[in-house]
């Protein structure tokens, strides 16, 4: 029997073709990522300009060139996977936020950065809904079930406040960053938890048995995810603790924390539970106890390892959304009524500006309400300041609007065409446009730094940058700052609910020092023998 080598071979030549149409597009990628890097580093200094703004910029000029060398056909250099972006570019920038957070300053306005996180977001998902599936009516965007509403409410409630978070000072507004940062991560999960609530119900036929059970599965994807997180991150701090892999290879127990805080993602998305939520409190457990477990190079590695990994997933992701704009098959079902499509994009950022505003200013006066004392309340600029970052739409809201509306990346409806690029359209124009105007309305809101600095700063100092952990140089941050102050003990009911985070705080610090540090390591704890992660010169706690 004849073989058939010249079909063999064929095949061979079509892989060997594809895989260097691959090699193409990744170098072309990766040059681009590296031509965000240095112009954003040129840009730095610029009143207007950041780098996610700047690689949504390069990136639609990458499309618009890619669009004139193919003659229309195609705009994109990669195809757009859900599964690249959850699994792979989204865990890292969470984690990172989680291990770098101010976690006493995120804690002490916990109740609040919940409050504009949680309730918000379920405010703002309301609102964008109901008023979607009344104004898309009129419009006739296509065949949208409640579901799709739904899903649309969950969508446009993802805020990106990474432009406000990139002009905010945390040194002289910790209060107000603490607040845009924490309500940011919150919001994030509450969408994703949402929008896997919706998905996993058949809301065409809603009843009052269906409600509750979808707030039952909210409120135990919510409280399941951060549990597994929590859960995650002692066990990585308990096995270092005890094994002491430093004391032979510091290699093991950095891929020991990096292995573990992305298997936490993974167990939660094999649950079916929020990645986010999980990774995200893993992160924060993983800062407290098990990165003072590992060696001091371990701990440099790692910092910069976790920041460095979440830049690059940031900016790739912008990048492409730019890329991905500009795409030919998305557009050419909508291009016989740019109109609607318009329309469709101005009522959803009509939707998100008073969304937003429906819960930050009502929230912000119940907060102020509980607060006794006037430097710990939100003040009027800082709540519009609160509101505006959290206008941006991003990468989230763009994976779950390809989720909810595409099949791989394609669609073939035109209702589904028009909310793609209607959700591009808004994530472009709040990004760019927004974006551009945070710097100088924040110069404008919050012009000197000093008063501001006293107003709001509670402590007597704090980090320099987000980039450097709580818990990483000196004693800034951490619990030994309240050694030697007077913590003001609460007498009345009103004085437990106006000063919650000195009562919390302090019953905290006392477990944590006799149950949790003596098993899971962290500052002060640590056997000091040779070879140990702790240095002698760290202080044990009193």
């Not at 991003?394 to 065409?417: C, D, E, I, K, P």
């Given at each position: 029997?004849?073989?058939?080598?010249?079909?063999?071979?064929?095949?061979?030549?079509?892989?060997?073709?594809?895989?260097?149409?691959?090699?193409?597009?990744?170098?072309?990628?990766v040059a681009l990522l590296c031509a965000c890097i240095v112009i954003g580093h040129l840009l730095e200094e610029n009143r207007w300009m950041n780098e996610?703004i700047t690689a949504l910029v390069i990136g639609l000029c990458t499309g618009v060139v890619i669009l004139l060398f193919s003659g229309g056909r195609s705009?994109?250099?990669?195809?757009?996977?859900?599964?690249?972006?959850?699994?792979?570019?989204?865990?890292?920038?969470?984690?990172?936020?989680?291990?770098?957070?101010?976690?006493?300053?995120?804690?002490?306005?916990?109740?609040?950065?919940?409050?504009?996180?949680?309730?918000?977001?379920?405010?703002?998902?309301?609102?964008?809904?109901?008023?979607?599936?009344?104004?898309?009516?009129?419009?006739?965007?296509?065949?949208?079930?409640?579901?799709?509403?739904?899903?649309?409410?969950?969508?446009?409630?993802?805020?990106?406040?990474?432009?406000?978070?990139?002009?905010?000072?945390?040194?002289?507004?910790?209060?107000?960053?603490?607040?845009?940062?924490?309500?940011?991560?919150?919001?994030?999960?509450?969408?994703?938890?949402?929008?896997?609530?919706?998905?996993?119900?058949?809301?065409?036929?809603?009843?009052?048995?269906?409600?509750?059970?979808?707030?039952?599965?909210?409120?135990?994807?919510?409280?399941?995810?951060?549990?597994?997180?929590?859960?995650?991150?002692?066990?990585?701090?308990?096995?270092?603790?005890?094994?002491?892999?430093?004391?032979?290879?510091?290699?093991?127990?950095?891929?020991?924390?990096?292995?573990?805080?992305?298997?936490?993602?993974?167990?939660?998305?094999?649950?079916?539970?929020?990645?986010?939520?999980?990774?995200?409190?893993?992160?924060?457990?993983?800062?407290?106890?098990?990165?003072?477990?590992?060696?001091?190079?371990?701990?440099?590695?790692?910092?910069?390892?976790?920041?460095?990994?979440?830049?690059?997933?940031?900016?790739?992701?912008?990048?492409?959304?730019?890329?991905?704009?500009?795409?030919?098959?998305?557009?050419?079902?909508?291009?016989?009524?740019?109109?609607?499509?318009?329309?469709?994009?101005?009522?959803?950022?009509?939707?998100?500006?008073?969304?937003?505003?429906?819960?930050?200013?009502?929230?912000?006066?119940?907060?102020?309400?509980?607060?006794?004392?006037?430097?710990?309340?939100?003040?009027?600029?800082?709540?519009?300041?609160?509101?505006?970052?959290?206008?941006?739409?991003?990468?989230v809201s763009m994976a779950l609007a390809y989720n909810q509306f595409t099949r791989a990346g394609h669609t073939q409806l035109r209702g589904n065409a028009?909310?793609?690029?209607?959700?591009?359209?808004?994530?472009?124009?709040?990004?760019?446009?927004?974006?551009?105007?945070?710097?100088?309305?924040?110069?404008?809101?919050?012009?000197?730094?000093?008063?501001?600095?006293?107003?709001?700063?509670?402590?007597?100092?704090?980090?320099?940058?987000?980039?450097?952990?709580?818990?990483?140089?000196?004693?800034?941050?951490?619990?030994?700052?309240?050694?030697?102050?007077?913590?003001?003990?609460?007498?009345?009911?009103?004085?437990?609910?106006?000063?919650?985070?000195?009562?919390?705080?302090?019953?905290?610090?006392?477990?944590?020092?006799?149950?949790?540090?003596?098993?899971?390591?962290?500052?002060?704890?640590?056997?000091?023998?040779?070879?140990?992660?702790?240095?002698?010169?760290?202080?044990?706690?009193?």
């Amino acid at each position: 029997m004849a073989f058939p080598v010249g079909s063999v071979l064929m095949k061979l030549g079509m892989v060997s073709t594809s895989d260097h149409t691959s090699i193409v597009s990744m170098n072309i990628f990766v040059a681009l990522l590296c031509a965000c890097i240095v112009i954003g580093h040129l840009l730095e200094e610029n009143r207007w300009m950041n780098e996610s703004i700047t690689a949504l910029v390069i990136g639609l000029c990458t499309g618009v060139v890619i669009l004139l060398f193919s003659g229309g056909r195609s705009s994109r250099i990669l195809v757009f996977s859900e599964d690249l972006f959850f699994i792979y570019l989204l865990p890292p920038i969470i984690f990172n936020a989680g291990f770098q957070v101010k976690k006493k300053q995120f804690f002490r306005n916990f109740m609040t950065i919940m409050l504009f996180g949680a309730v918000g977001t379920l405010i703002s998902f309301i609102i964008i809904s109901l008023g979607a599936r009344q104004l898309f009516k009129k419009l006739d965007v296509g065949s949208l079930d409640i579901g799709d509403y739904l899903a649309i409410g969950a969508i446009f409630s993802a805020t990106d406040s990474v432009c406000t978070l990139q002009v905010l000072n945390q040194d002289e507004t910790p209060l107000l960053y603490s607040l845009v940062f924490g309500e940011g991560v919150v919001n994030d999960a509450t969408s994703v938890v949402l929008f896997n609530a919706i998905q996993s119900f058949d809301l065409s036929h809603i009843d009052s048995r269906i409600a509750v059970q979808f707030v039952g599965s909210f409120l135990y994807l919510f409280i399941t995810s951060t549990l597994l997180g929590v859960i995650t991150g002692l066990l990585s701090a308990f096995i270092i603790k005890k094994l002491y892999f430093g004391r032979h290879s510091t290699d093991r127990e950095v891929a020991l924390m990096i292995l573990m805080a992305y298997l936490s993602y993974m167990l939660a998305e094999l649950f079916y539970l929020s990645g986010i939520l999980t990774v995200f409190f893993c992160g924060i457990v993983m800062s407290h106890y098990t990165w003072h477990n590992v060696t001091e190079s371990s701990r440099v590695t790692t910092k910069h390892a976790f920041a460095t990994l979440s830049f690059i997933a940031e900016i790739f992701i912008f990048l492409y959304v730019g890329m991905d704009a500009l795409d030919i098959e998305k557009w050419r079902f909508v291009s016989s009524s740019p109109g609607k499509s318009v329309g469709v994009s101005s009522i959803l950022l009509g939707l998100v500006l008073v969304g937003r505003a429906a819960f930050v200013f009502p929230l912000s006066f119940l907060s102020n309400l509980a607060k006794k004392s006037p430097h710990e309340k939100i003040h009027l600029k800082q709540q519009i300041t609160v509101w505006w970052a959290g206008l941006m739409r991003g990468a989230v809201s763009m994976a779950l609007a390809y989720n909810q509306f595409t099949r791989a990346g394609h669609t073939q409806l035109r209702g589904n065409a028009i909310m793609i690029t209607s959700t591009i359209t808004v994530v472009l124009f709040s990004t760019v446009v927004f974006g551009l105007m945070t710097k100088p309305l924040i110069r404008l809101l919050l012009p000197s730094s000093k008063p501001l600095s006293s107003m709001l700063c509670s402590e007597p100092t704090t980090p320099k940058s987000i980039n450097t952990p709580l818990l990483g140089n000196g004693q800034h941050d951490s619990e030994a700052d309240l050694g030697g102050r007077d913590i003001p003990r609460p007498t009345s009911l009103r004085m437990l609910l106006s000063t919650p985070s000195h009562t919390v705080h302090h019953y905290w610090r006392k477990f944590d020092n006799s149950f949790m540090r003596p098993v899971f390591g962290g500052r002060g704890f640590v056997p000091v023998i040779p070879g140990s992660p702790v240095e002698p010169s760290v202080q044990q706690w009193h």
